[in-house]
């Protein structure tokens, strides 16, 4: 209900100032910079269970919340945080490593995630228009890197992909939306947008100086989204693919 709300608020009370902003950034936007998970893929629910499953093998309590709330984060940052706040002691990159590894091996034991609803209408309408589109990850697993290429090579090319082994700090650090930046063609951060799910991934959006859409694809309450600084907030991918024609033509949606 939240989540409708702020939605009519920002689309019925014109005009909008969020509204237009968003209208004015796009005559002069070059490049869409999409997270992966949550945004691209359903994918969350089964991160989440990988999540909590393999740290316990390892004696780290971490719930689903956890996982949502670190989300878009490195798993080798979040893992060491972990490790840290529970058991007290510093562990190493490689440590960390090995636990994410086991954490990937479950997550990719479970069924594929399916393709987020309204993520291909969108990137149609983009790509049509002759804008850039990269995609920037938290994630480094290959398999993940060769499952957008499948699913979306139409749109992205390997150039505009940035994953965890691009940036040395990954989000909410400005770095890996900056490295898309650069991969997009060195753009400013004013020819761009962030499409993101997490906070910590809007929070690495704004930190780069990026007009950051939220789309609300889990289980959080959009305040924490709007608290993490997005300039505007979806309730879902398919509602924002629907409003990008609008957009396009100069008009203010009409919900
Ligand atoms: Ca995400």
Known sequence: MVRSLIYVLLFLDKPSGKAERLLS??????????DMDGVLYD????HAVAWVQSMKKFGINMTADDAYATEGARGVD????????????????EESQLMYDEKTRIFHSMPEAPIMPGILSLMEQIHAAGITIGVVTGSGQRPLINRILRD???FVSIDNITTAYDVKKGKPNPDPYLMGLR???NLQPSEAMVVENA?????AGVAAGI???AVNTGPLDDQILLNAGANILFPTMTA?????PNLSEGQAPDR
């Open 199 to 203: 906070p910590l991934g809007i929070r």
């Open 78 to 93: 979040t893992i060491r945080y972990m490790v840290k706040q529970q058991q007290g002691r510093d562990i190493t990159e």
């Open 152 to 154: 979306f090579g139409r």
């Open 183 to 185: 991969k997009a063609g």
């Open 240 to 244: 924002l693919s629907d409003a990008w």
């Open 25 to 34: 950034k796009k005559n002069m936007l070059k490049a869409v910079l999409f």
């Open 43 to 46: 994918s969350m629910g089964n």
């Open 211 to 213: 007009y950051t859409i």
